[in-house]
Structure formats: structure tokens, C-alpha cells
């Protein structure tokens, strides 16, 4: 979805070094989420953020930290990256109230992060 | 644990072949979402249910959810090569979670 974008798309890194993924949507909704994905592991949340204010975690959140600095904006870090932490990293929004329903995500694009 | 089981984890057919692929949650849920996911892409929403017993149909795709609130399936008639892809289902608890069943990667044989 153009309204999610996701910045680097692609990162590759060594293991110990700090990574912050960046996430910003122009959909105007309250609601973002940060996910990753691993083979057959489907999509597994590691934070979310209803407002601005909120911060809450998910099923994966050790080894991660968040940053909601706008409605817009979603940033998640890795403080010290380890190889385990391997894995295509997306982005998430959503409304709760929604016209498609509730909570409906709308993805961006993705960031596939390598940790050497 | 997992709370949303998917299965099967693969699906290969011929092009023309039906296919589905099966949700079970371990907990009532408010709704089921069924997302897609081409490969190389990124889950895109294709339908929500939230009414017990509820069946939806998008042209060949047919989306049920159990009369329980804890199982949903989608049916695929007659696959086409556009059809390939893996397939989430997504249930929201009463809690307000959300969470992703493990997939289902469909691939269609021309």
C-alpha cells in the first residue's frame, strides 16, 4: 500500500551494531504496528501503538524498542543486532473503526534486514 | 504458543483445481481477516467476517467462518496462475489481538 512506506528496504548490518527501521503513512490512521516474518513462522507482532502516547507489546518484543513520534510515524530499533534477528520486517497501520472493518491492516512494503 | 493454527503450510495443484486452506483458533473471535501476500510482496487485505456462521464470496474465492467463531476456511475454485501466493488468516480476539495464522503457500501448476 503507497500509504505505508518503509524505509531502508533493504539493510544488512553486523552483529552488535544498532538499526532503526523507519515507518511513516499518509492513511491518517491512529493505530501502527510492527511485525516481522520468518519462513513458515507467518507474521509475528513485536510492538504496537494505538496513539501517539500508547506503546504496547507484541509476541516477539526482546531485542526491540519503539519510537511513535508523530500519528505518522512508527520507528523500531534494534539495539544491538544479533543473526537470529534475520528476517523481512513490516509495517503496519490500521482504524479500528474502519469501512473494511476492524482493525483491518494495510502493510507497507517491507524492509528485509540481514544481520551478519 | 501460537494461537492461530493455518494449515497446510503448502498447497501445489494444477491450474484449474479447487483449493482451501484451514484457520482454527484455540479462542473465540470477534472476527477472522484473510490477507495475501504475492511473492516478493506484502500482505494485502482481501475480506473480514464477523458473524457467526457468516460465508462471503469475492468472485472464485469463498470465505467462511465457523458457526463457533473459532475456524474459518477459504475455498479457491478452478486456481488460476494469479492465484499464487501464500494466504494469512488473521483473528482478533475479544482482547482486541490480532494475530496471524502461520500461512498457507499456494503455488498453481500451468
Known amino acids: 500500500d503507497a500509504d505505508v512506506t518503509q524505509t531502508p528496504r533493504n539493510r544488512i548490518t553486523k552483529t552488535g551494531k544498532r538499526i532503526m527501521l523507519e515507518c511513516s503513512q499518509t492513511?491518517?490512521?491512529?493505530?501502527m504496528y510492527w511485525y516481522r516474518q520468518d519462513p513458515g513462522l507467518g507474521l509475528r507482532l513485536i510492538y504496537y501503538?494505538?496513539?501517539?502516547?500508547?506503546?504496547n507489546k507484541g509476541e516477539i518484543s526482546d531485542g526491540y524498542s519503539v519510537s511513535r513520534q508523530a500519528q505518522a510515524k512508527f520507528s523500531l530499533s534494534l539495539e544491538s543486532a544479533i543473526p537470529n534477528q534475520t528476517a523481512l520486517y513490516f509495517c503496519?497501520?490500521?482504524?479500528?473503526?474502519?469501512?473494511?472493518?476492524?482493525?483491518?491492516?494495510?502493510f507497507g512494503p517491507g524492509t528485509r534486514l540481514t544481520v551478519l | 504458543g501460537q494461537q492461530v493454527m493455518q494449515i497446510p503450510q503448502y498447497q501445489h495443484v494444477q491450474e484449474g483445481e479447487d483449493f482451501t486452506t484451514y484457520c482454527n483458533s484455540s479462542?473465540?473471535?470477534?472476527?477472522i481477516q484473510w490477507y495475501k501476500q504475492r511473492p516478493g510482496g506484502h500482505p494485502v487485505f482481501l475480506i473480514q467476517l464477523a458473524k457467526s456462521g457468516e460465508v462471503k464470496k469475492q468472485k472464485r474465492l469463498t470465505f467462511q467462518f465457523g458457526e463457533a467463531k473459532k475456524n474459518s476456511s477459504l475455498h479457491i475454485t478452478a486456481t488460476q496462475t494469479t492465484d499464487v501466493g501464500t494466504y494469512f488468516c488473521?483473528?482478533?480476539?475479544?482482547?482486541?489481538?490480532?494475530?496471524f495464522g502461520t500461512g498457507t503457500r499456494l503455488t498453481v501448476i500451468p
Open positions: 501503538s494505538f496513539d501517539v502516547k500508547d506503546i
Open positions: 488473521a483473528g482478533l480476539t475479544r482482547a482486541n489481538n490480532l494475530f
Open positions: 503496519a497501520t490500521s482504524d479500528f473503526g474502519g469501512w473494511e472493518g476492524t482493525d483491518t491492516q494495510y
Open positions: 492513511k491518517g490512521h491512529d493505530r
Open positions: 479462542t473465540t473471535l470477534s472476527n
